[in-house]
């Protein structure tokens, strides 16, 4: 029943920025890891960005250290991805995705994902 809602993406020149927002309804926002995930075109899908629940600890990939950054807001349940000097590479789409691991079980949601072209 959890559901969560991407905005931001569009297209922005080499060494712009955007910021990507997911807003999340119908599950216990402040208990779930919140990751961003990108897949481009012919290529597999990788996990981008990841936050823990209480915000205090963030992953990002090697390809986008330094230059985004991802954070939450456990009041206002949602989770941005800043995206800054961006690169034609960047070019994917874009999803939010949240997760929480109990013992054996895990309940996932998916946002339906965002384009972001990065090009002249």
């Known amino acids: 029943q959890g559901e969560l809602v991407e905005s931001g993406g569009g297209l922005v020149q080499p060494g712009g920025s955007l910021r990507l927002s997911c807003a999340a309804t119908g599950f216990t926002f402040s208990t779930y890891t919140m990751n961003w995930y990108r897949q481009a075109p012919g290529k597999e899908r990788e996990l981008v960005a990841a936050?823990?629940?209480?915000?205090?600890?963030?992953n990002y990939a090697d390809s986008v250290q330094g230059r985004f950054t991802i954070s939450r807001d456990n009041v206002k349940n949602t989770v941005t991805l800043q995206m800054d000097s961006l690169k034609p590479e960047d070019t994917a789409v874009y999803y939010c995705?949240?997760?929480?691991?109990?013992?054996?079980?895990?309940?996932?949601?998916w946002g339906q994902g965002t384009q972001v072209t990065v090009s002249s």
């Open positions: 995705n949240a997760v929480r691991r109990i013992f054996n079980a895990r309940n996932e949601y």
């Open positions: 936050i823990t629940s209480s915000g205090g600890s963030t």
